[in-house]
């Protein structure tokens, strides 16, 4: 029984009910506040043609940067990036009027977020070599491979920043209001929340890829595609494998009859790799886009190269012209020895060419038109992906059970024993060759590989002790202890002795076991990029890429090496017009 009057006591609960409301009215709109600051989801104001180079596969939910921290790392830690001029030193493309790369998305998700997404390993670019000495302007091909885009190199950046001293509140901060003026709420979002979790989060991404040290870098334009999925995303104890490969062009996607994707054929539904590759790009089960992705799957497949009439004659190209009087034999020779498997009619074409270290030694032939033969280009993406795990299941199997009670669910991957035939257009643009990008042009992939002997040799004739220094310098490449200018200081001595194997190799009619990957210019004479250290960037690092370390062999692929030379160019300048 109350001690109070009737009319105090019903003030008094009216007191307290208001207070109470109150206080449910002001958590209320404080849980308003941090869902608008941090979770509120907004899409993405893009044009269909925008979608694939700037649209969003669901990365920057959980993986995705802060716009502003994303904009100012490379002038607050320049030095920590492989060259001068930002992040196009990492190879990054830019389209004149947007204010990302091609593959990066922005999105905002209470605070605008930065991820990448298909786009930034499958836009590739070209530049051709005027008449008149000057380069033309950069072509972006939508669906191309990103040659000079190196993913590894930018994981290393922001790690390196992360580890920096200097990655803190005071100064992000003070380069982040250098270029843009924030409200006060967004000033103690970044300094308090954002600034402090965006550093402990990459420098966990870090210590993710610890497994990646000590193995072959990829360089520019080269990834390993899924060793990051087994290790991270399927949970699978780091092992020993190597699977690095050349980034894949998306054209001819839309062939109906193709039942297999990836170098390897190890998926048989386009749908499902594109899944998969937004999980492995950093979306989550719950964040993964399925509609968008299925639009963006329907746009890659009317992706198509630059026709011969669009680069040659608009730029003017010095060596562009084709030698039309070699096109008849050309032909021929193609019909011959290459139709089977890469002629959009051919018997082998989209399927998979058993490897020979996955065939018993008493069925391995030499190639032939009746069965395909077997192929013996470096195996180490196959053993990569046919590794198990300390059960004995293979990573597809874990891959198929990833998607587990989800609509989107992945059943598709598979095991694999070889490399898909795949056809040549646009081939120009797909260089280097092999799955692994280890042979730099077309000349070259019609000669036979040379031994890491006659490497040796080479380079001793030139200068005694070469090549132990050269394996010793570029052991530096991967030191994370090292700066920039120490590896660029290391790596210098290394262009003229890289020179001269390109160089010696023809002369012996045999692949460059050494040449430098990550330049867009034409090769128009032997039909791929330049390659060789005129093609550097000044002031950059550039590892040279070398044949004789695991998963870079240029072994393999020898049809057509045993034809005479008249009759190579006869075949060169018909792949010409592919």
Request: aromatic share 10%; hydrophobic share 40%.
């Given at each position: 029984?109350s001690?109070?009057?009737?009319?105090?006591?019903?003030?008094?609960?009216?007191?307290?009910?208001?207070?109470?409301?109150?206080?449910?009215?002001?958590?209320?709109?404080?849980?308003?506040?941090?869902?608008?600051?941090?979770?509120?989801?907004?899409?993405?104001?893009?044009?269909?043609s925008?979608?694939?180079?700037?649209g969003?596969?669901?990365?920057?939910?959980?993986?995705?940067?802060?716009?502003?921290?994303?904009?100012?790392?490379?002038?607050?830690?320049?030095?920590?990036?492989?060259?001068?001029?930002?992040?196009?030193?990492?190879?990054?493309?830019?389209?004149?009027?947007?204010?990302?790369?091609?593959?990066?998305?922005?999105?905002?998700?209470?605070?605008?977020?930065?991820?990448?997404?298909?786009?930034?390993?499958?836009?590739?670019?070209?530049?051709?070599l005027?008449?008149?000495?000057?380069?033309?302007l950069?072509?972006?091909?939508?669906?191309?491979?990103?040659?000079?885009?190196?993913?590894?190199?930018?994981?290393?950046?922001?790690?390196r920043?992360?580890?920096?001293?200097?990655?803190n509140?005071d100064?992000?901060?003070?380069a982040?209001?250098?270029?843009?003026?924030?409200?006060w709420?967004?000033?103690?979002l970044?300094r308090?929340?954002?600034?402090?979790?965006?550093?402990?989060?990459?420098?966990?991404?870090?210590?993710?890829?610890?497994?990646?040290?000590?193995?072959?870098?990829w360089?520019?334009?080269?990834?390993?595609?899924?060793?990051?999925?087994?290790?991270?995303?399927?949970?699978?104890?780091?092992?020993a494998?190597?699977?690095?490969?050349?980034?894949?062009?998306?054209?001819?996607?839309?062939?109906?009859?193709?039942?297999?994707?990836?170098?390897?054929?190890?998926?048989?539904?386009?749908?499902?790799?594109?899944?998969?590759?937004?999980?492995?790009?950093?979306?989550?089960?719950?964040?993964?886009?399925?509609?968008?992705?299925?639009?963006?799957v329907?746009?890659?497949?009317?992706?198509?190269?630059?026709?011969?009439?669009?680069?040659?004659?608009?730029?003017?190209a010095?060596?562009?012209?084709?030698?039309?009087t070699?096109?008849?034999?050309?032909?021929v020779?193609?019909?011959e020895?290459?139709?089977?498997?890469?002629?959009?009619?051919?018997?082998l074409?989209?399927?998979?060419i058993?490897?020979?270290?996955?065939?018993s030694?008493?069925?391995v032939?030499?190639?032939?038109?009746?069965?395909?033969?077997?192929?013996?280009?470096?195996?180490?993406?196959?053993?990569?992906?046919?590794?198990?795990?300390?059960?004995?299941?293979?990573?597809?199997?874990?891959?198929?059970?990833?998607?587990?009670?989800?609509?989107?669910?992945?059943?598709?991957?598979?095991?694999?024993?070889?490399y898909?035939?795949?056809?040549?257009?646009?081939?120009?643009?797909?260089?280097?060759?092999?799955h692994?990008?280890?042979v730099p042009?077309l000349?070259?992939?019609?000669?036979p590989?040379?031994?890491?002997?006659a490497v040796?040799?080479l380079?001793e004739?030139?200068?005694?002790?070469?090549?132990?220094?050269?394996i010793a310098?570029?052991?530096?490449?991967?030191r994370?202890?090292?700066?920039?200018a120490?590896?660029?200081?290391?790596?210098?001595?290394?262009?003229l002795?890289?020179?001269?194997?390109?160089?010696?190799?023809?002369?012996?009619?045999?692949?460059?076991?050494?040449?430098?990957?990550?330049?867009?210019?034409?090769d128009?004479?032997?039909?791929?990029?330049?390659?060789?250290?005129a093609?550097?960037?000044?002031g950059?690092?550039?590892?040279?890429?070398m044949?004789?370390?695991?998963?870079?062999?240029?072994a393999?692929?020898?049809?057509?090496?045993?034809?005479?030379?008249?009759k190579?160019?006869?075949l060169?300048?018909?792949?010409?017009?592919?």
């Amino acid at each position: 029984m109350s001690i109070l009057p009737p009319t105090d006591a019903r003030l008094f609960k009216m007191r307290w009910l208001r207070i109470l409301f109150g206080l449910l009215l002001i958590a209320g709109l404080l849980g308003l506040v941090v869902w608008e600051k941090l979770f509120h989801a907004y899409p993405q104001q893009l044009s269909d043609s925008e979608q694939f180079k700037y649209g969003s596969i669901g990365g920057e939910e959980e993986g995705g940067v802060p716009y502003w921290i994303w904009v100012v790392l490379p002038r607050v830690f320049p030095e920590h990036l492989p060259g001068p001029g930002g992040y196009a030193s990492l190879g990054m493309l830019w389209e004149p009027g947007y204010e990302l790369p091609v593959g990066f998305s922005k999105k905002r998700i209470g605070y605008e977020r930065v991820a990448f997404n298909c786009a930034v390993c499958h836009t590739g670019s070209y530049r051709t070599l005027r008449a008149d000495g000057r380069l033309s302007l950069t072509q972006i091909t939508e669906g191309g491979p990103a040659i000079r885009f190196d993913a590894q190199a930018y994981l290393s950046f922001l790690a390196r920043c992360a580890n920096d001293p200097r990655f803190n509140a005071d100064t992000l901060m003070s380069a982040i209001e250098y270029n843009t003026k924030m409200s006060w709420s967004d000033k103690l979002l970044y300094r308090h929340l954002l600034i402090p979790a965006t550093k402990k989060a990459l420098l966990e991404q870090s210590a993710a890829a610890a497994w990646m040290r000590g193995k072959p870098i990829w360089g520019p334009g080269r990834i390993d595609p899924f060793n990051p999925v087994k290790f991270g995303m399927l949970g699978m104890q780091p092992d020993a494998t190597v699977g690095n490969s050349d980034m894949v062009p998306l054209w001819g996607l839309g062939k109906t009859d193709r039942e297999l994707y990836h170098a390897d054929g190890l998926s048989q539904d386009l749908l499902d790799c594109s899944l998969a590759g937004a999980l492995g790009d950093g979306a989550t089960r719950k964040s993964l886009p399925v509609a968008h992705i299925q639009k963006i799957v329907a746009s890659m497949k009317d992706m198509a190269p630059p026709t011969t009439a669009e680069w040659s004659p608009a730029h003017s190209a010095v060596g562009s012209t084709v030698n039309s009087t070699l096109l008849p034999e050309g032909r021929v020779i193609f019909q011959e020895k290459c139709a089977i498997c890469h002629a959009a009619s051919g018997k082998l074409i989209y399927r998979s060419i058993k490897h020979a270290d996955y065939t018993s030694p008493t069925t391995v032939e030499k190639y032939n038109a009746d069965d395909g033969g077997t192929i013996a280009t470096d195996p180490n993406r196959l053993h990569m992906w046919n590794a198990p795990d300390g059960n004995g299941r293979m990573p597809f199997e874990i891959y198929n059970d990833f998607g587990n009670g989800y609509k989107w669910d992945l059943n598709t991957f598979t095991k694999t024993d070889g490399y898909l035939a795949l056809p040549l257009n646009g081939i120009r643009f797909r260089a280097p060759y092999l799955h692994n990008g280890s042979v730099p042009t077309l000349f070259d992939l019609l000669n036979p590989p040379m031994s890491v002997q006659a490497v040796h040799n080479l380079l001793e004739e030139a200068q005694p002790g070469s090549f132990e220094r050269l394996i010793a310098q570029l052991s530096k490449a991967d030191r994370p202890q090292f700066s920039r200018a120490q590896i660029i200081s290391s790596l210098e001595p290394l262009k003229l002795p890289v020179d001269r194997l390109i160089q010696g190799a023809r002369l012996l009619k045999l692949r460059p076991p050494m040449f430098y990957r990550g330049s867009d210019v034409l090769d128009m004479q032997h039909v791929g990029f330049e390659h060789t250290s005129a093609s550097l960037q000044p002031g950059s690092i550039a590892v040279p890429f070398m044949t004789f370390i695991l998963g870079n062999s240029n072994a393999g692929h020898l049809y057509g090496t045993d034809l005479e030379d008249h009759k190579k160019q006869a075949l060169l300048e018909y792949l010409k017009t592919l």
